[in-house]
């Protein structure tokens, strides 16, 4: 297990072909605070209503997943199993890039757990998640 | 409130450009019963690891979220907003359609309830998603 | 690891001070299904608004832990510890036993996870529960 | 609608037989931040294992959903409906009382949401909690 920089984080979600089309890309990672940033462009084929502007709440929920798994991963040395997560909806995320921070609440030898925020450029808060993710080596 | 016919589920899910990209089909539609499920073809874009064939975990998510909201959908005449939902994963999603059956718990004035199990092909259970959505009228 | 008849499932949740408070009893265990049945009698120290006869939510989400708990438990010899679980409450529950079955989602080698419905002594559905257990042997 | 004092909470909390019986007592309430921070000490009915001194699950998870209530309810004027919760369990909580924070997450015309962390007197995180509740007046 060793911890991942940044740049490293980021050629782990660029070699995933989801991750890839998602556009994540890593802002800021702090292995110590156990928190990470990322950042999400919105992609015409993330749209909820033709023509909205809107993100469909699939692909926040697949950011939330992905965001959460590398707070962990990074500490782990790359992306981790996802046991299950939460996801909540506070507001509709119009025309805007995503800003996602998550932070580990708990990083066991079985599991661990990682909280995302999930921002609009503007700061305001759109979605929460909570998810628990397999902190066991493989095998 | 009218319900929706399975051809008028599928227009509203053709309607939307992610769900369209995700590909989703209406299998079969019950309003009695409360019960729908759809299909959902791999594409390279929903791949896990390069070359491995299997979905990451986010699509799958995304499309719990969009088979779960069609199940009250259906009753209420259309799409309707997402309060939260939980998905649990079992088992990798690998080589295969995924085939998601969702069931109404509970269509209440302002919340409804649906349960949502995700199979593979052959039937093995991958994934499962309980999710609370607005069924309150907007306005 | 041997599986556990209904009676030895009662001594189990009779040796813990909060179960036996709890006045959980076994109506039915089926190892082979994977589901198990109990029964909570109403207690005062249990009510929501003084003279309502409502359960307060918190005893209901216990009932679903320890409920849930054994329908994984029966198969592994005794109560394992809980990961997480989510409840969703769908109506309330006024002057009833609650009747809660448990059914195993999966039970894997790290983690088991048990779907808990609640209903009520009329068969109404009061509240339903999604809970994961380590199912590891402990070391 | 109005903002309740801490001795408000306070005199909720006693109101309620299972509230009062689970012994919670308002430790800091803090409107204008959405916070709220309550003391649950241990009781014999509800230890797990007897003569273990550790907190079951169950009352963990109600003094969670009691505590994020209130984060909302103080706001609103008293207690209000659970639409669902989520809780993961992070340490065992042995021979302490729990020390709960509540903090909202949203506080919505229909729904609102409140993260809770339990620690024990050592301040060391034992679990978890993200709830969702009702907020729109009852009608």
Redesign the interface.
Known sequence: MSILSADEVQAKLD?????A??GLRVVSADAEKGEITMRAPFR???????GSGQW????I???I??VGDFALGMLLGGGI??????????RPAIRTDLVATARV??N?R??G?ADVDVFDEQGR?LA?G?A?Y?T?PAG
């Open positions: 070699a995933s072909p989801f991750i089309f998602s015409p084929e993330f749209e909820r209503a033709a469909h709440g699939g692909p929920a697949a950011v997943d992905t199993p996802t046991v299950n997560f939460r996801v909540d909806y506070l609440r708990r066991g079985s599991f757990i808060l929460i909570r628990t397999v066991a």
